[in-house]
């Protein structure tokens, strides 16, 4: 995977971060892998707790710095124990978007998240289609099954900046504590928000390259204004500055959520599509993914 100049070694001797332009809490580096210590830090993360405006205070000079803002659940053990491999992952720029989401899609449509033809666990209904039977229904076609893919959702128009909505869209998760236990403030040195996956190793979807998830982040910053807030073991929080605002776009936008991520679809309070798109997409400003 491609990388960038890591400044985060210079926090070994420099903890509170000065000569980065930074005013740091104490915290702790993190360069444990699969595979043993990697050869330099994969990114830092604050002892304490996050709290609200704690992302907005760090977020711009840490951006100068060449590190971007992230929330790390330390209540599942946190990155020390989360398996990263950042070995394995591909740089997200290689990737195109619309071939993974038309390649998960088909994943999908073939019969469950791994394709093995059992059904939803919950019993998701998708109109007049079956799981898997001949595909499922997206209403005038089946997808993707006898019909095709549909294709990526169109974009949308911001309804905020970018970065402030990912400042509220932490200072919220700080104060909630949902879906993340206990979430820190961590820095990660990566070219853009949705490389920040791939950059530290994370696995969450149990997919072997965290790059190709990146592709797909990369296509949602461009099109919803999306950035990554905060990773669990197996979750990934989203931040939208450029939400759905009609259902039809709600529910093409839907395809792609389940396409990259079906047990977030499938095994979760939604019974169909529609009435996934209408509670967690459309003028949803966050978007939370996870993976069994």
Same mark, same amino acid.
């Not at 394709?115 to 289609?129: L, Q, Y």
């Not at 549909?150 to 911001?158: E, F, K, M």
């Not at 490389?195 to 998830?213: K, Y």
């Not at 450029?242 to 019974?271: F, I, K, M, N, Q």
């Given at each position: ?11 070994? &001797? ?21 595979? $043993? ?14 709290? &609200? ?58 019969? @469950? ?25 997206? $209403? ?62 994370? $696995? ?9 998830? $990146? ?16 990773? @669990?073991?197996?979750?990934? %929080? ?14 093409? %936008? ?27 997409? %459309? ?10």
């Amino acid at each position: 995977m491609a990388t960038l100049p890591n400044p985060l070694p210079t926090l070994a &001797s420099d903890p509170s971060g000065r000569s980065l332009g930074l005013r740091l809490p104490p915290g702790k580096l993190i360069d444990t892998t699969v595979d $043993g210590s990697w050869p330099e830090p994969l990114l830092w993360h604050a002892e304490q707790s996050a709290s &609200s405006g704690a992302w907005a205070a760090l977020g711009g000079p840490a951006h100068r710095a060449g590190l971007l803002p992230v929330l790390v659940d330390l209540g599942d053990g946190g990155p020390a124990a989360w398996e990263l491999a950042p070995a394995e992952m591909s740089y997200p720029g290689d990737h195109d978007a619309r071939e993974l989401l038309a390649e998960y899609g088909e994943r999908v449509g073939a019969g @469950g998240p791994s394709g093995d033809g059992e059904p939803p666990r919950n019993g998701v209904s998708f109109g007049d289609g079956e799981w898997p039977g001949d595909g499922v229904s997206f $209403g005038d076609g089946e997808w993707p099954g006898d019909g095709e893919w549909p294709g990526p959702a169109p974009a949308a128009a911001l309804t905020a900046d970018p970065a402030g909505r990912a400042a509220e869209t932490a200072d919220a998760l700080a104060e909630s504590r949902a879906p993340l236990a206990r979430p820190h403030l961590a820095l990660v040195p990566a070219r853009r928000s949705a490389d920040i996956p791939a950059a530290i190793g994370w $696995g969450g979807p149990a997919d072997d390259d965290t790059g190709r998830l $990146g592709a797909v982040l990369r296509s949602w910053e461009d099109r919803f204004g999306i950035r990554v807030v905060a990773l @669990g073991y197996a979750h990934l %929080l989203l931040s939208v500055a450029a939400p759905p605002t009609t259902p039809a776009h709600a529910r093409a %936008l839907a395809a792609e959520h389940l396409a990259l991520s079906p047990d977030t679809v499938l095994r979760g309070d939604a019974r169909s599509l529609d009435a996934y798109a209408e509670q967690h997409v %459309l003028d949803r400003t966050s978007w939370h993914f996870w993976w069994d």
